[in-house]
């Protein structure tokens, strides 16, 4: 009797070795959930977040997906501590993390790796009213005009670039406030309004659809940066050059420049090599998803999703690209 209890429990102890070496990574993912970290509520990101979303419901409908309002700057952060195990972020930001350098000095992120590139933003467009007195970010400066600046969340990248962007023309955010002026953070959506009633003059932000809908109801322009400022900024923080010929956007009325940022998806080291290789296959096979979701996302291009991304891809990512032949 011993000697059979002994062999049974041997054979349970082997079968439950060999069951969990074919169950998923341990992690947050273990309960089949997923949290998808898009971008603030009525911009791009969110709803892209939002569409992939549903499709990996689709193809995985074992699994629950929730999406969350994010930015580009937390959900590095969001994703590398399990509160994530996908986000939305931009390439240079990802390397930041992983290096542990500004703006993530203090947490070196060890377990994030990326899905694919969804598109390059033209990041850091200041737009203001045309009712403002000022034509240029010098003169901004010179006449300390009391802006009433709207951008999004602190954890967003549009409002690192518009920190960014400012510093190099000598502006902080606390200056422009001690002009009369004021710095708002919040939504796209609630920044439109608050410019649309009156109660703020500007944004700096991309060109999403919310964006876009304030620029057809109220008249604005845009505070271009001198090329040498795009070109200072991109070689110290790795925004691109983004150049915006005339006539691209209603309120580009002449030719300029503007940083630019690669977007890409990242996911936790710990997410299953198969999910992550099928969230990659439902957006190269259905690039619209993508494509549909606002200007700098329309050229997304599967064949080279794999590019520019920051660093290292996730394997489940890898294999995909490698299996299509267009990762050598």
Known sequence: MKRNTRLTLGMVLAALVVLSACLPSAGVFAASRLTFAGGPAGGAWYGLAGSIAEQIKTAFPDVLVTVIPGGGVGNPTLV?????????????????????????ETVPAKHIRAVAEVGTSDMGLFL????????SIKELKEKKYPLRLTTTSKASTPA????????????????LQSWG??????????????ISDGHADAIIAPVVPAVVELTTKTA???LDPEESVVEKMAEKYGYAKNFIP???FVWAEKDGWTIGEPNVIIVRDDVPENVVYGIV???CENPGIVQDWGTHHALFDPKNAWRNVGGPLHPGAERYFREKGWMK
Do not use: C
């Open 281 to 283: 296959k439902i957006i």
């Open 181 to 194: 002026g004021s710095v708002t953070f919040t939504s796209y959506a609630d920044a439109v309004t608050l």
């Open 128 to 135: 203001v009213k045309k009712s403002v007195p000022v034509n």
């Open 246 to 248: 005339k006539g691209k």
């Open 220 to 222: 604005m322009k845009w």
């Open 80 to 104: 590398e501590t399990g509160k994530a195990q996908l986000g939305l972020t931009v390439a240079h930001l990802y390397q930041s993390a992983r290096l542990g350098t500004d703006p993530y």
């Open 160 to 175: 690192l670039a518009a920190e960014r962007l400012l510093n190099e023309y000598g502006i902080t955010f606390a200056e």
